[in-house]
């Protein structure tokens, strides 16, 4: 899981990223959801959440020089509808400022939808709803409605394809979120620090491995910490909820 290039939170520097990217293209072979795993090697999903502008900037160029693909998770409501400014404009802002009094819609902080199109049609990125308004699908008064199904039907429309999978913002859901994303997508992931089978996940939930801010290229594939992601996993099939985070 990873969520900006070049920015100053949750975000990796690009060389940072185009190191980890090929160190991990070497070692595992790049699915999205759905595809069917290696034999050989262990297989890595690559997901990137909120698509943020810098993904198309800096994150796409790489996905069709090493021809790899990836999911990217959309929050319907902040995708932007057209802009003019530069590239630099609209990498501007820091992670918390792009929210501060909805600064993303001067600065076109999230892709636009001709963008997000452009990257669906290429083949190489997979939609993924990432809710419509990126609130905690969890707290009262949340339309889940709106977040869940509305999102879906947006995205299917705007990209012209199915939307499978949901990412959960901020890993959030209890059990009625949980049904009724159950009803309408086949892949659900959060954040949880462990790895899975395939693509059914831990009791239907697809856990991510946090890979923003890497020390180096290869220090979440390190021995004592894929070892960490595994015991998590057993620990979550086996009795879930005592290591969730
Ligand atoms: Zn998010």
Redesign the pocket.
Known sequence: MY?HINCDRFSNSQEMFEQHLRYAIERFAVVVPGEKLSKEKDSLCLTF??AYYDFYHYVFPLLKKYQIKALL?V?TALICDSTDLDPDQRMSLGHKEIYQSKNYQNYASFCTWKELREMSDSGLVVMAS??HT?KDLTLPGIDLEKEIVNSKEILEARMDTKIESF?L??GRYNHDVFTRLQKHYRYIFKVGQGVNQDFSGIRGLIYRIDGDNLQDERSIFSFGSMLGYRIKSIAKTVHDGILDS
């Open positions: 969520h959440d909120d998770a929050p990432h809710s990126h990412i913002p901020f």
